[in-house]
């Protein structure tokens, strides 16, 4: 399947001619599939898509000839636009505005609240026992007035977005006036919330990103819009082309049915016979399943560590690996993304294609300089268990030397605290990061494999290796 006007090119056409009822727009928005029928085909056109006279003649470099029936691209679709006389999307929006309605969307430590018409919030709640539940919270837009929204209707072009493959039209609604943000020189964060199109939706949050730093993008599905036909949900159907043979040309183009094969060949397993392919291939399987297994980063599968079915000495070379600093854990789910390498550094980084990888050193590592900070701090804290024993909670480590900020003129540090969090997933990790004060950081790590470090912790929270 690919788009008719790409075919047309690939195939090295040397000549058109063109016998054409209506006009067309080809373009890769709007698949085709190229069929090709016998001498014989008739096609009924009782339908109204294709015509008889609505069709090209394509002629290829080898001189073969095909007759191509194009199928009617205006639908129903342009009729009911041309028609509509309904509310505006602003005004179909605006009951989701009056109600003080908030969707919310939970993510493994942030909780993100976008309240329609109001704000979007990024928050999460800690509640220490015998203690207050503790906020940490940013505004990341906010509308102050309604005459913010109401100017969003004036907007005649209807914009789209390719939102899961899916080339979807959309109402933006801006929201600035967000927390101010120390990375952009504590200008406010601004968020575009882009309502989408949904007839069984419930004002679900499907995304939230950040796009740029302290600018960001959350996607909103709302039955509200779909009585507006600009903002329909459309499935795109493939539209065939139908191509016949003339004047004794082959079925199909030499060209074409050549390059089909040179791809099958290209498709087919690197191996001398099907006994050796099935015997690699178990073994491929067999070293896969018993060694590795995704773990699970901020939501997403990052790198490969030991199964769920591990032996003590897999756990134990994996707890060897980290504790040294060669296996690295990395997080985040924005703009940027955090890399923690135990005992050397915390680094703080956003990949570009173009540009490659823009790293900030958040924190490095320096067995004295923790010390020092942990004869002041609490490197080490405990919680009873059922039974009265205590137990080590969380390890707070120093890391400081980073990269000069330019807001404060010191150098960044952060504090990289590890927590034990029971999972079902053995080597499931959460990795986040705070700004509590200008360019100083916490690191927060939590993961069933620190459970097993934690109470190896001496008086400075420096960890070994269980016995």
Not at 125 to 143: F, N
Not at 242 to 258: H, M, V
């Amino acid at each position: 399947m690919r788009p008719f006007w790409r075919w047309f090119l690939g195939l090295i056409w040397v000549g058109v001619s063109a016998n054409r009822a209506g006009s067309h727009v080809f373009s890769d928005e709007i698949p085709f599939k190229i069929k090709w029928p016998g001498a014989d085909f008739t096609l009924s056109t009782s339908g109204g898509l294709y015509k008889e006279d609505d069709y090209v003649i394509m002629t290829t470099a080898e001189k073969e000839k095909y007759k191509c029936l194009l199928p009617s691209l205006s639908g129903n679709q342009e009729d009911d636009v041309k028609e509509y006389d309904g509310p505006s999307p602003a005004e179909l929006l605006e009951l989701l505005f009056k109600q003080s309605s908030c969707s919310y969307r939970i993510e493994s430590y942030w909780t993100y609240e976008v309240c329609h018409g109001k704000h979007v919030r990024q928050y999460h709640e800690d509640k220490e026992t015998g203690q207050k539940i503790s906020i940490q919270e940013y505004y990341l837009g906010t509308m102050k007035k309604e005459s913010d929204f109401l100017k969003l209707s004036l907007c005649s072009q209807v914009p789209t977005k390719n939102i899961e493959g899916q080339l979807t039209p959309y109402y933006p609604v801006e929201m600035a006036h967000g927390t101010e943000c120390s990375l952009k020189e504590n200008k406010p964060r601004s968020t575009t919330v882009l309502y989408v199109c949904h007839p069984e939706a419930k004002h679900e949050i499907l995304t939230i990103a950040e796009v740029i730093t302290c600018q960001y993008e959350v996607v909103v599905l709302t039955p509200l819009l779909c009585p507006h036909p600009k903002y329909r949900f459309k499935l795109s159907p493939v539209n065939d082309i139908f191509c016949q043979a003339l004047g004794g040309s082959p079925l199909r183009p030499q060209s074409l049915s050549q390059l089909d094969r040179e791809q099958e060949e290209l498709l087919k397993p690197p191996f001398s016979s099907s006994g050796e392919r099935d015997q690699r291939g178990s073994r491929v399987k067999e070293a896969y399943t018993s060694t590795h297994k995704p773990l699970t980063v901020g939501g997403q599968a990052q790198v490969t560590v030991g199964t769920t079915h591990i032996s003590r000495l897999t756990d134990e070379q994996l707890i060897k690996e980290f504790l040294s600093g060669s296996y690295c854990l990395h997080g985040g789910v924005g703009w940027w993304k955090y890399e923690f390498c135990y005992g050397k550094h915390v680094h703080q980084y956003h990949e570009n294609k173009e540009q490659g990888k823009n790293i900030v050193v958040v924190g490095s590592w320096n067995t004295d300089d923790h010390i020092n900070w942990a004869k002041k701090n609490v490197a080490r804290s405990y919680h009873l268990k059922d039974d009265g024993a205590q137990k080590v909670r969380v390890v707070s480590h120093f890391y400081g030397h980073g990269d000069n900020c330019d807001l404060t003129g010191k150098p960044r540090q952060v504090i990289v605290k590890l927590k034990c969090k029971e999972s079902e997933s053995p080597h499931a990790v959460t990795v986040y990061m705070l700004e509590p004060q200008t360019c100083q950081y916490i690191l927060g790590v939590e993961s069933p494999v620190i459970c097993k470090v934690l109470d190896t912790a001496d008086e400075n929270g420096l960890l070994s290796v269980p016995s």
